[in-house]
């Protein structure tokens, strides 16, 4: 958090790193993604625009957030994220949102607010509501992984 610029930073998907879902039926597993996906993923994500877009608990629609840098950690002791006192491993995906929404600078700043959670589908359990060419593309990745 840089309090001057209202600037958010933080890993917006660390590869290999198991993520636990919960399906409708409350069953519990885990889903990850190799560094090649979690590279298309960002790649998709600013080729979609998605940089206004933002939830709170992937539920609530925010307004006045915005990514404004987004990058792949080639080298964690030379990157940028190392220069925040970051420590995540090559292949991380980093973000940093300027934040325009009160409320939410203010839930981050108490510590409320404390990282970035990705939407989309990972895995048949999940509920894919993007159009159909964004469905494509993620299952041609989801693909590689099987």
């Known amino acids: 958090m840089n309090k001057e610029k209202r600037l958010l ?6 590869p290999d790193k198991p993520i636990l879902r919960v399906d409708d039926n409350d069953e519990e597993y885990y889903v990850y993604f190799s560094k090649d996906t979690v590279r298309k993923i960002s790649e998709i994500f600013q080729k979609r625009k998605f940089q206004d877009r933002a939830t709170e608990e992937h539920k609530t629609e925010i307004k006045g957030m915005t990514v404004v840098e987004t990058w792949i950690v080639e080298d964690n002791q030379k990157d940028k994220s190392a220069l925040y006192g970051l420590d995540v491993p090559v292949g991380t995906w980093m973000i940093s949102m300027k934040a ?7 839930k981050a700043k108490s510590g409320q607010v404390k990282g970035f959670s990705i939407e989309g589908m990972f895995g ?4 894919l509501s993007e159009v159909k060419s964004l469905k494509d593309e993620i299952n041609e990745i989801l693909t590689e992984l099987i």
């Open 100 to 106: 325009d929404n009160d409320e939410i600078y203010a």
């Open 124 to 127: 048949n359990k999940a509920d």
């Open 9 to 14: 930073l933080g890993a917006a998907l660390i």
